[in-house]
């Protein structure tokens, strides 16, 4: 089996590589002072972590294939996601999607309606199960609703899965069985 493909992803790599899809390049430099200069330029989480154990985890990365390094003429190294790594950290981001609950419902209602064609039954059968997962309720096979703000991670899910032209979303202000919804999300 391909070495890069059994790669264990830690929750390190998984924050490198979280970084680099944003599109930050971490620059590195073979001058151990400018090395340090970039590193103390990483997020707070990144900086707690032992230079030994944020090296190791680089080199793993790019052992597998799933960053690229690359170097300026100046002698700056830059890191970046590769193509089998962005496909990689979108993957892990899609499956730990979970919706967030704000502290105060703002009575709103959030549905979630697609008709996707048979043609595309895994896409629609695994974007059914990924909404029921994330913390949404199904009125119908293809009804989903949720009563706090999930707009972004909803065009993530439907991005991800490339049905945008099948899925549409409603916000609402009531519903006939608001009663019924409130219990299940706990709101009375």
Not at 28 to 35: E, F
Request: hydrophobic share 40%; charged share 35%; net charge positive.
């Amino acid at each position: 089996m391909d070495e890069r493909k059994r790669i264990k992803i830690g929750k390190l790599m998984e924050k490198i590589m979280l970084i680099l899809l944003t599109g930050v390049a971490i620059g590195l430099s073979k001058s151990k002072s400018k090395t340090y200069f970039a590193i103390k330029q990483l997020p707070k989480e990144l900086k707690k972590i032992d230079k030994k154990y944020l090296n190791q985890s680089i080199r793993c990365l790019y052992q597998s294939k799933l960053i690229d390094i690359k170097e300026n003429e100046n002698g700056e190294i830059m890191m970046i996601l590769s193509e089998e790594g962005k496909k990689k950290i979108l993957v892990r981001a899609i499956d730990n999607l979970k919706f967030k609950k704000q502290e105060k419902w703002d009575g709103l209602w959030r549905i979630i309606i697609f008709d996707i064609p048979e043609k595309f039954k895994k896409a629609r059968n695994a974007l059914a199960q990924k909404l029921k997962s994330a913390g949404a309720y199904p009125l119908q096979k293809s009804v989903f609703v949720y009563p706090y703000d999930c707009k972004d991670d909803i065009d993530f899910i439907v991005e991800f899965f490339n049905l945008r032209k099948y899925v549409r979303f409603i916000l609402a202000k009531e519903i006939d069985n608001e009663l019924h919804l409130k219990k299940i999300f706990n709101l009375i």
